[in-house]
């Protein structure tokens, strides 16, 4: 079992930036590829970042790619989402994922184990 925590969510105002984070325990943290979804309601949850278990290896949905971050600290136990040139499309709750799958960067949230509660990021305009 692995339990994930994030936090860092918040209101913030367009242009503004903000940093998630999310928490392991359980089970050795560098035998997961970690990614964060987001899902606004009555939309399905979305690929927003993915790493790899070393880190060495990142992606990201072409909406966030060049505005957010995807980072870890296997030390830490904790994945981190570095989001910057916010805009009120980034409104959701945002959610971090563990998976063991070898497949690189998966989309699919059936493919994913373990998910934390969210953490809701709300833009102002």
């Known amino acids: 079992q692995v339990q994930l925590i994030e936090s860092g969510g918040g209101f913030v105002q367009a242009g503004g930036a903000l940093r998630l984070s999310c928490a392991a325990s359980g089970q050795t943290f560098n035998n997961y590829a970690m990614a964060w979804f987001r899902q606004l309601p009555g939309k399905e949850r979305e690929f927003v970042a993915g790493i790899s278990r070393t880190g060495g290896s990142t992606n990201y949905a072409d909406t966030v790619k060049g505005r957010f971050t995807i980072s870890r600290d296997n030390a830490k136990n904790t994945v981190y989402l570095h989001m910057n040139s916010l805009n009120p499309e980034d409104t959701a709750v945002y959610y971090c994922?563990?998976?063991?799958?070898?497949?690189?960067?998966?989309?699919?949230?059936?493919?994913?184990?373990?998910w934390g509660q969210g953490t809701q990021v709300t833009l102002s305009s």
């Open positions: 994922a563990a998976t063991t799958s070898r497949v690189l960067f998966p989309a699919n949230t059936t493919v994913y184990q373990y």
